[in-house]
Nanobody, 115 residues
Framework: QVQLVESGGGLVQAGGSLRLSCAAS??????????MAWYRQAPGKQRELVAT???????DCAVSVKGRFTISRDNPKNPVYLQMNSLTPEDTAVYYC???????WGQGTRVTVSS
């Protein structure tokens, strides 16, 4: 069973940036064969899809993050990254990487944006 481990979260001031990363075990998995995505769950809210990268390399983002967040992967064995710029307090959430559609969830990485 593949496990995904998210990292890169933290506390940042509004307007700042963070880059989230996702490691996978076993690492021999070729993630470019899968549609991958980042999701987030803010306190008291349902988990939502943030950004998706498809097997053909095309990407898509939620309207709320378009122009600020970029999803990418740099080689077939690295699942996915999320570059987050111009962060706002509304971006505060636990962020998860997963396949699209999602399978089992990891622990996520917490992002807190202070005003």
């Amino acid at each position: 069973q593949v496990q995904l481990v998210e990292s890169g979260g933290g506390l940042v001031q509004a307007g700042g940036s963070l880059r989230l990363s996702c490691a996978a075990s076993p690492s021999r998995i070729i993630f470019s064969n899968y549609n991958m995505a980042w999701y987030r769950q803010a306190p008291g809210k349902q988990r939502e899809l943030v950004a998706t990268i498809f097997t053909n390399g095309l990407t898509d983002c939620a309207v709320s993050v378009k122009g600020r967040f970029t999803i990418s992967r740099d080689n077939p064995k690295n699942p996915v990254y999320l570059q987050m710029n111009s962060l706002t307090p509304e971006d505060t959430a636990v962020y998860y990487c997963n396949t699209y559609p999602p399978s089992s969830w990891g622990q996520g990485t917490r992002v807190t944006v202070s005003s």
